[in-house]
């Protein structure tokens, strides 16, 4: 029997697949106006059937945030790889190794300590790696800024070490505190700035600086003009999210990832219904909490995906989920929903929620699913 909505066993993580492809496409043709190429982050959805449709798109290369998904991708023919991570010295010989077998697999530093690391392992295997250095274009997390010293003792100590400079990587998360198109295109615009100046003192201290890449899924879609980059990371526009509504760069109708959960019970008097999507199935992840609307755990849509404005996901426990209306309590909720009532709960955060399943129900247009498999681990 083939399974669809009514059969499946809930909770289970719902791709619909039109919303996916129409994300995909929206932000492919963004990335061919700006005539940049695309490296999209497939840390999202750790999906081979998800990064295919993303390569199918037009995508050129990947980006991964383990060497697990670094192995699983190059399995299935996904030789240009970068690990945007920082590289630690005991995942040297992995990275080699994928090399080794093939896989074009660039690796990350922001200081002397890993460079030295990196340059030491490969003159003594033999192996030339290919090293960006990531820079810090809006003091969010890891890299250099721009104007430090040590940008170029980093790219000295590569360069004159033996291995491939192969350029340098930013990243503006501080991007998802923002919520207006003028401070996006102005976040944009920093993170080019940026990490196009970290390469031009490369270049004018005579160093090589190939890759200047940029990226984050707000500042991908608001930028206006992107001279000087060559590519551009993004990973969770595949699926976008409440957090990513709340910025301003989708629409609920564009969420592409949900959570399909069943009602087991109610407490009426609180105007509760109880489901069985707790945090193990949402994720603890409540990014929404500090943006201009807070959706609790998730936002309450019908089985056909239609959002129930007002009905959230407002608490939860390990495996039960609290629905319940936002303001006065709905007192009719157990004849609204019903035990045995099936809706889909739209995530805060994409990546969080599709990192608590093994693997996705990709729904197409006629109804039928289609389990695509998922990784998780390091």
């Known amino acids: 029997m083939n399974n669809t909505l009514a059969t499946i066993d809930t909770p289970a993580a719902l791709i619909e697949r039109s919303r996916m492809q129409r994300n ?7 990335m061919n106006e700006l005539g940049v ?3 999209p982050h497939v840390k999202t959805s750790k999906c081979i059937a998800v990064a295919k449709a993303q390569r199918d798109g037009g995508a050129q290369g990947i980006t991964v945030s383990t060497l697990k998904e670094a192995e699983q991708f190059f399995a299935e023919g996904f030789t240009d790889i970068l690990y945007a991570v920082g590289m630690a010295p005991h995942r040297l010989q992995h990275a080699m ?4 077998r093939g896989c074009a697999l660039g690796i990350l530093t922001d200081g002397v300590e890993s460079a030295r690391a990196i340059v030491e392992f490969g003159r003594a295997n033999g192996e030339v790696f290919d090293v960006l250095i990531e820079v810090d274009t809006d003091g ?8 430090e010293d040590a940008l170029l003792e980093v790219a000295h100590v590569l360069h004159d070490g033996g291995m491939r400079l192969g350029g340098v990587m930013t990243h503006a998360g501080s991007s998802y505190e923002l919520d207006t198109p003028e401070a996006l295109r102005a976040m944009a615009e920093q993170e080019r700035s940026g990490c196009v100046r970290a390469a031009q003192r490369l270049r004018d201290a005579g160093l090589p600086c190939p890759v200047v ?3 984050s899924t707000p500042t ?4 206006e003009a992107l001279e000087g980059v060559t590519e551009v990371r993004a990973g969770v526009y595949v699926f976008f999210d409440l957090v990513m509504r709340n910025i301003g760069v989708c629409t609920e109708g564009d969420i592409a990832l949900s959570v399909l959960t069943t009602v087991i019970g109610h407490q009426a ?7 069985d999507s707790g945090w193990m199935a949402m994720s603890r992840d409540r990014g929404t909490q500090k943006q201009k609307r807070d959706f609790g755990y998730g936002q309450v849509c019908s089985v056909d995906g239609t959002v129930l404005d007002g009905y959230v996901l407002s608490g939860a426990n390990q495996e039960h989920g609290i629905l319940s209306r936002e303001g006065a309590p709905d007192t009719g909720i157990a004849a609204r929903f019903p035990i045995g009532t099936r809706l889909r709960i739209l995530p805060n955060h994409a990546c969080a929620t599709g990192a608590q399943f093994p693997e996705y129900q990709a729904l ?12 998780h681990g390091w």
């Open 213 to 215: 890449s940029v990226g």
């Open 364 to 375: 197409s247009e006629d109804g039928s699913l289609e389990t695509w498999g998922r990784f």
């Open 140 to 147: 969010h997390r890891s890299g250099i800024r721009p104007e």
């Open 220 to 223: 991908a879609l608001m930028a």
């Open 37 to 39: 190429r695309f490296r």
């Open 269 to 275: 008097d609180k105007g509760w219904a109880i489901v």
């Open 97 to 100: 190794d994928l090399r080794r």
């Open 24 to 30: 995909i496409a929206r932000m492919q043709q963004r």
